[in-house]
């Protein structure tokens, strides 16, 4: 879906845990989520930092859009523990 | 004798071109235009009951009279196969062939046999279907290759009108539809595996059993200069819908997408929202629909200027995205595309789960 959206000329950044198959996929700007039922967060984390956590994520996302990128690229967010 | 119908539109009819493209459903009795070079294909082993054609507009603007009209010649006819094509790079006639053969092989359940060019529309239609008892043999793209297309699909409809047992895309030689299929073997999977490891790591050629999808390459779309000035939208596959799921959407393969209003709210309250989604544990997205949807983080990036006021779109995009086939996710992305590209929306956020 993604890549049909990009293929129309509108950059994506994708926010996904499971960003080796994003990048097997093909997708360009890929966003490395926390884990597949919560990508955009960690329940683990206090709720301040959890919000902290999202707002970085999506962050990133926003950056990875202004980024000049030649085939898939991961973007980490900062806080992003990856587990 | 092996008895099959025979489907063409008003060119392979013999009836005219582009000026016919209106002719309704007509039968003519026996082989007639390219079921006739198809009848001596077949040799002895099979005859011709019928030739139905339907123009390639008349099919398109009329579906349900012409798959009405069509459902009642075959079933007339009573074959034992329906050979439809070949339709070689020619779009309407592509897809016109796939959904009749749908229709027949669903309704008088009897095996059907197109053929087309791989980069036919039509193909796209056949692996969405992916119904068992329709084939599709792959062609060249123009008719050029209309006699080794009606050689092949000549031997293949008579192994179909026998009921034959037919094997994998990959041995049989017709376009794949991504059905899999269970097979007896007596050698054990962990040995099938350790074979195909070796082989690759001697750089062997192999198949595998379980092919995975090519993925083409999309051009990366140009960044955007200035992100805090364009207008973007969030769109996500999370399956985060308003509580009730007003859209009947299901947990696995479906076929549309939605957007849900945000313009006034600040946040997403637990308990106004939930996930459908029949991949993974959705017991957090529930508790917090921002995993999915992270209106809040948006909220508090506009808040500080990172997203310019205005500039984020008033609804979100969602579809649950389990078991989505790689075809109707194509044609979803594309459809969203187009409804944002209308609102003037130049960039996306896109949670996957």
């Known amino acids: 879906m993604s890549k049909e959206i990009e293929k129309a000329g509108l950059p994506v950044a994708l926010i996904s845990a499971m960003f080796p198959v994003a990048q097997q996929v093909r997708a360009n700007r890929i966003v490395k989520g926390v884990s597949i039922p919560h990508p955009c967060g960690d329940p683990s984390l206090s709720k301040e930092h959890d919000a902290r956590l999202r707002r970085e994520i999506v962050r990133t996302a926003l950056k990875a859009l202004e980024a000049e990128v030649k085939g898939p690229t991961l973007f980490s967010p900062p806080l992003a523990t990856g587990g | ?353």
């Open chain 2, 1 to 353: 004798m092996t008895r099959l119908v025979y489907i063409v539109n008003q060119f392979f009819a013999g009836l005219g071109g582009e000026e016919k493209a209106g002719l309704p459903v007509g039968v003519l009795e026996g082989s007639a235009g390219a079921a006739r070079a198809f009848e001596r294909a077949l040799g002895e082993a099979a005859e011709i009951a019928c030739t139905i054609y339907v123009g390639d507009n008349y099919f398109h603007e009329h579906k349900e009279a012409a798959i009405k009209a069509i459902l009642a010649a075959v079933g007339a006819a009573e074959p034992q196969v329906l050979v439809a094509g070949p339709a070689f790079n020619s779009g309407r006639y592509g897809l016109s062939c796939v959904e009749i053969c749908n229709a027949v092989a669903n309704h008088l359940e009897i095996p059907c046999l197109t053929a087309m060019h791989e980069e036919n529309p039509g193909v796209d239609a056949y692996r969405e279907l992916a119904n068992a008892r329709v084939f599709c043999l792959p062609t060249a793209e123009t008719t050029i290759g209309m006699a080794d297309a009606l050689g092949r699909m000549a031997q293949f409809a008579i192994r179909l009108a026998r009921r034959e047992s037919i094997g994998s895309a990959l041995n049989e030689g017709y376009l794949g539809r991504g059905i899999r299929r269970l097979e007896k073997t007596h050698r054990r999977g962990a040995e099938r595996a350790i074979d195909m490891l070796l082989k690759k790591l001697h750089n062997q050629p192999f198949d595998s059993e379980l092919p995975m999808e090519v993925w083409d390459d999309a051009v990366p779309a140009p960044p955007l200069a200035q992100v805090k000035d364009r207008n973007i939208a969030l769109v996500t596959t999370s399956g985060v819908v308003p509580w009730g799921n007003p859209d009947r959407f299901k947990t696995y393969r479906n076929t549309y997408w939605r957007k849900y209003n945000i313009a006034e709210l600040k946040e997403l309250e637990p308990g106004k929202w939930e996930a459908v989604h029949g991949g993974y544990n959705v017991a957090y997205m529930n508790q917090n629909p921002h995993y999915g949807v992270p209106l809040d983080a948006l909220r508090t990036l506009e808040a500080e200027g990172a997203i310019g006021p205005g500039r984020l779109y008033p609804a979100y995009y969602v579809i649950p995205g389990n078991q989505g086939s790689p075809a109707v996710m194509r044609r979803l992305g594309q459809e969203i595309a187009a409804d944002l590209k209308k609102d003037n929306v130049e960039g996306v956020l896109f949670v996957a789960t």
